[in-house]
Structures are given as C-alpha cells and as structure tokens.
C-alpha cells in the first residue's frame, strides 16, 4: 500500500470477523515492510490496543458521532497507509438515524469499503445480501469482499460464483478456524495485555490471511487520504498530570492524552495494581477499565490508597466509569463480596446484579477541571447501589432526551461512569 492511502474493513453485522481480519491484515502487510497504522470506528478502547500490537504503530478511534469533522481527518492524516477497522454492521449507528456509523465515516474519508461476510451458514443468498448493501448508499462505495468462513473449496467455488455477477471483487476466502477464535467479556474482546498468546495469535491470523487474501488487490482498492491542518484541540484539565495505567486503568483515549501532550503538559503514569503511590501532580486522572477483576488487590494497594487520600486533601482527582468506582467506598464483585474502595465519593456499586448502561451521551458541567459541554460514551454494567452529593453532568442521550444526572463531586474529587470523547461541537 502506498504511504496517504487507505481502506475500511466493514461487515454487515457484529461477529463477522472483522478484528481477527484486520489484525492478519495489518501483520501481512508489516511483514512486506509496509509499515501500516490501524484505526478502529466508534468508542472502542480494547481493539485499538490489539491493532498497536499487530503493527507496531499507534492506533486511534474515528468517532463519527461524537468526534468532530476536522478532528476525524487530523487524526486519518495521509502520514502512513490506514486500515480502519469497522465497528458493528456498516449502517449501524447512534438513534434514531443511524448517525456515526462506518458509513458515515467512509462518506467523510471517502475511503473504499471492504465488506467482510461471514459466510458460514449461507450459499447462493450471499448474492442478494452483498448486492443490498453495494447498492443502499451510492456514497458508499463497496469495493471488495472478503468471505469469511469458509467451509470447503466446494463452498468457496459456490460463493464466488454467486457473487460473480455482481462486478464486486472477492478479495479472500478465509477458511473456518477455530484456532484464530478471540475469547469474549462483557465489554467485547480480552484486553491485548492479557492474552499471554498474543504474538503467537496475530502471526497466525497473519498466516492466514496471507494464504487467502489478494494483498496486491486489496492494496490497489486503497484511496488516497485527505489532509487537513486544523483541529480544535482538547485543552489539558493541568500542567503536570498523573493517570493510572495498568489492567485495571487501561481505558483511556490516546488521542485525548496526546492533545494534552501537544499541549505542553507533562504526563506520569503510574500502576494502582503495583502499589504504586500517586506520584506528585497538579492532576490525577484514574481512567475506566476492570476494577471489579482486581477489586481485592486494590482494597489491598494500601500505598496507593493513602497517597491518593492525601492528594485528594489538595489537588483534583478524576475518575471515569471504572475509576470512578474506585473513587468510591466499596466495591461488590459478581460474587457478591464488597471491597473498599478509596471511600473519596459517596458511591456504593455492585457486579452482583448486572444492569447494562449503553450509548452516547451529551454531558454539560458548570464546576470541576471538565466545565463546558462534552460529547460522551457509557458502556458498563455496574448498579449503583448508593450515590450520595453534588452532581457532575447534566446529561442526554444521543437523541437529546434529557437523563438523570451523572457523576459526583465532592471537593477536588470527581468522576463519572461516562467516557469523555471530545468536545461537543454544534450539530451534536
């Protein structure tokens, strides 16, 4: 693939196999010493992370819904060829209209789509299906297929025959194989951190890909990028800031700490699991992840705990979703045992009864280090047991009915279940 150039890996629904794809992809194309960078459409903090692993290159969300024009096509600059990885089906978006789907993202990129179809469970019908979304949208351009799947050579031989007629090149057909299968959470796949078999799990995908996809025709589809030199930045909350980082913190968005960076503030990590004490900053930042899995290592994170007590006595402190719930005073785990937590909010949550909270929100503050309006996204499985105090955000959903409050404050201490994205801009 040529440096400015790029394509998106789309598929008509969830679980096509577009991730353990895009990953073979992107190895492939390292080994032919095309150095690719991957992007992944919509809120997703645990596939970027697989992306980085299988190219060796930062990877960062292109959030049609919740992410402004100009800031989608900063961060898609023609600096490296891109494979942006869909995110659901490629018409599936935010109520009520579909907004900030993978097609409203190849329509502002003008980027190629290559429709991954799992073909397991169908012939002849993978015609009409390809067809219907070939044709749906004429700013959507459908420039390839690749069959995922795939039973036998017979099978492959009745698929592409199917398709033939269409004019739409069948790039690969990638056997079925249980041994590129990625094992499921509640929040989508396995962290990348997580997976002891990572490297040996990209290399194989990798391997099959190359064995079944056109890599020279899939590169020839890539189109050029655009360019552009402004983007209204996220301004950093302080100058020195401290952000927990390990398998319990691991959920927070590069592209927000790198607007930070570029503007000039100087970022710490540091590991709550480790026992790390919070190093001296005018800021803390404990972003979400998987508390409620190591929620009795860090009941036990006694130096963590007490540092950031005493910081609490001083500077500001701000937790989302996850890290939110540590800020809290206890924490019950899906086996119904309670841990305390940093006890900084009066906010009691539980993994004992599991009630998903799920979509994009418009979040509006007038107190804290994030006043102002801010376009947002919720995704967890936490019940509140108890939340006691001054509210954060006023909130709304993605179609602009009015929510409960969310969050709490309570002096320097806040936080949220909700995951900033980026400032809301007008057509929010």
Not at 158 to 178: D, E, K, M
Request: hydrophobic share 45%; net charge neutral.
């Amino acid at each position: 693939m040529k440096t400015g150039t790029g394509f998106i890996v789309a598929a008509p629904s969830s679980g096509s196999g577009k991730t353990t794809i895009t990953l073979g992809l992107l190895r492939a194309f390292k080994r032919l010493g095309v150095q690719m960078r991957g992007a992944k459409s919509g809120p997703d903090y645990i596939d970027p992370r697989f992306h980085e692993a299988a190219s060796g290159a930062p990877c960062f969300n292109l959030d049609a819904w919740a992410m402004t024009p100009e800031r989608i096509m900063s961060l898609a600059r023609p600096n490296a060829p891109l494979i942006v990885e869909g995110a659901m089906g490629l018409f599936d978006g935010a109520p009520p209209d579909g907004r900030g789907s993978v097609a409203d993202l190849a329509r502002l990129l003008k980027l190629p789509v290559i429709l991954v179809v799992d073909a397991a469970r169908m012939a002849h019908s993978i015609a009409p299906l390809v067809s219907g979304f070939a044709h749906y949208d004429q700013d959507v351009r459908i420039a390839g297929v690749i069959l995922n799947k795939v039973g036998s050579e017979r099978h492959e031989k009745i698929l592409r025959s199917a398709l033939g007629p269409l004019g739409i090149p069948v790039l690969g057909a990638i056997p079925r194989s249980a041994q590129i299968s990625t094992p499921s959470r509640h929040l989508g796949l396995v962290q990348a951190q997580e997976r002891d078999d990572l490297e040996h799990f990209i290399e194989q995908a990798a391997d099959i890909v190359e064995q079944s996809v056109d890599l020279n025709a899939l590169s020839s589809i890539a189109a050029p990028l655009q360019d552009t030199d402004f983007v209204k930045r996220t301004a950093p909350p302080a100058q020195h800031i401290a952000i927990a980082s390990d398998r319990a913190f691991a959920f927070a968005y590069p592209h927000l700490l790198r607007d930070w960076r570029n503007a000039g503030a100087e970022l710490t990590f540091f590991s709550p699991l480790a026992n790390d004490a919070v190093p001296e900053a005018d800021f803390v930042f404990l972003p979400g992840g998987y508390p409620e899995l190591y929620a009795d290592q860090l009941a036990s994170a006694d130096r963590f705990m007490s540092t950031l007590g005493k910081h609490a006595l001083i500077k500001p402190i701000y937790g989302e979703c996850g890290g939110y719930m540590v800020l809290g005073e206890g924490l019950i785990d899906k086996q119904g045992v309670r841990h305390e937590m940093a006890g900084l909010l009066k906010l009691e949550t539980s993994f004992a009864q599991r009630k998903l909270h799920l979509g994009y929100r418009v979040l509006e503050a007038d107190r804290g280090l994030f006043k102002g309006k801010w376009s947002a996204h919720e995704f967890h499985y936490a019940t509140t047991k108890r939340a006691q105090g001054t509210p954060l955000f006023r909130a709304q959903d993605a179609e602009g009915t009015a929510l409960p409050d969310m969050g709490l404050i309570n002096g320097h201490v806040s936080g949220s279940f909700a995951h900033i994205i980026d400032c809301a801009c007008e057509s929010l």
